[in-house]
């Protein structure tokens, strides 16, 4: 009888053994480490075409044709232009465009172009930015002073903007037959 009661002891003790978690002595040892980066901002840019042909259209045969005399403004793309926004940050950016006279060199100052207007078309983006466009037109105020063409808000890290702007510049009536040039000053603030 006596026997019989101590064995029974051992197998409770025992099953309370396998019962209790592993000991803080027997647990592995830890540690943290605090870790830090920097991320540093690139720049505002603008890329544009660095020439562009105002063509009147295409003619039967495929090919550009001329502006004839008299035609009161000639229009066409001046290509694509890209805003590229590597600043990392948030706030807004601001397009301007602005253009010279168009003259054809020969000092008759009243043959050469009497306003300039510009219509970013094909606006597209990429990242989180939202973009307003804005169409310099007649007979509003031309891009001769300078304009805001597409604006950029709510800006979040980098992103980009493409659009292609159409050019009209036009002509007084008497405008000299000959070859016109200008220059379009595209900027991003």
Known sequence: MKTLRI??????AGLTLAALP???AMAE???????????AGGSLTVDVDPAATLAAPDKEDGEPGTWL?????????????????????TGTWVVTAASSTFDDGNDAEDT???N?????????????VDLAPTSVAAPGPSIMTGAPVVT???VVGNNTARFTPTLTVELPPHALADTYTGTVTTSVS
């Open 29 to 39: 040892d830890e540690g943290t480490t605090a870790v830090t980066f920097a991320l």
């Open 22 to 24: 592993a000991s803080p």
């Open 152 to 154: 950029g808000t709510n």
């Open 112 to 114: 050469n172009s009497t």
């Open 69 to 89: 005399s008299g035609v009161g403004s000639v229009s066409g793309s001046l290509g694509e232009v890209l805003i590229s926004d590597e600043r990392g940050a």
């Open 7 to 12: 064995t029974g002891t051992l197998a409770i």
């Open 116 to 128: 300039v207007f510009y219509y970013p078309e094909d606006v597209k983006k990429t990242g989180r």
